[in-house]
């Protein structure tokens, strides 16, 4: 059965205070690993689908890379504005057409 | 081009009342998938509808939930009976084809609130 375990739950930074967030997971034939980001009260808005291992693909200050285990989202020099929660999700051969979440990280970033 | 359309946001029922949840895709898209929001908790998959066929419902609770997706009209999801267990987000998604690493796209969501 695919899994995605995200890595820390909550994570607080200072505003310019770069850091990573991880995403383990486990599915048998990746199709597509896909990052999203969630504000309180709304629905999750698309950020990136990576396909391959060592594929990065890059928008403002985030950067996501994968490996044939985990993703990291990378942000760099936080603001206060990206302080959301992060939902890392695959989707896999055996899993159908169904795309398995994370329960995301949530992050907070200080002015 | 207009997202997916949800509605109502907000809902509140009362035990043992319906609940009618719809959804409109983004243009173009043939694929819709409903989602499970609980306070502090992921989202899990609850079914996955092409128009007129329910393609995978294994993550729908097997009594009280049905979904459907007609050929002219939104995508509905329907609690009978609602409990209040089922108060959640409900969210919907829709892509352009399935499989593949097809990117889903999300609704604002349904906030359903059973007193």
């Known amino acids: 059965e695919d899994q995605v375990t995200q890595s820390p739950e909550a994570l607080r930074l200072q505003e310019g205070e770069s850091s990573s967030l991880n995403c383990s997971y486990t599915v048998s034939g990746l199709r597509g690993l896909f990052w999203y980001r969630q504000d309180p009260g709304k629905g999750p808005e698309f950020l990136f689908t990576?396909?391959?291992a060592g594929e990065e693909k890059e928008k403002e200050r985030l950067k996501a890379t994968l490996t044939k285990k985990e993703s990291f989202l990378h942000i760099t020099a936080p603001k206060p504005e990206d302080s959301a929660t992060y939902l890392c999700?695959?989707?896999?051969?055996?899993?159908?057409?169904?795309?398995?979440f994370g329960a995301g990280t949530r992050l907070f970033v200080k002015a | 081009n207009a997202g997916v359309m949800q509605n109502p946001r907000h809902l509140v029922r009362r035990r043992g009342q319906e609940a009618r949840l719809r959804c409109s895709p983004v243009?173009?898209?043939?694929?819709v998938y409903w989602y499970r929001q609980l306070p502090e908790e992921g989202l899990k998959f609850m079914v996955y509808?092409?128009?007129?066929?329910?393609?995978?419902e294994s993550g729908m609770p097997k009594e009280r939930f049905s979904a459907e997706f007609p050929k002219e009209g939104p995508s509905i999801l329907r609690i009978q009976q609602v409990v209040r267990g089922d108060s959640a987000a409900y969210f919907c998604?829709?892509?352009?084809?399935?499989?593949?690493?097809?990117?889903?796209?999300f609704g604002e969501g349904s906030w359903l609130t059973v007193v």
């Open positions: 998604a829709s892509s352009p084809m399935a499989g593949d690493g097809n990117t889903i796209y």
């Open positions: 999700a695959v989707q896999g051969n055996t899993g159908g057409f169904k795309t398995i």
């Open positions: 990576l396909y391959s």
């Open positions: 509808l092409q128009k007129e066929n329910i393609i995978d």
């Open positions: 243009k173009g898209h043939s694929h």
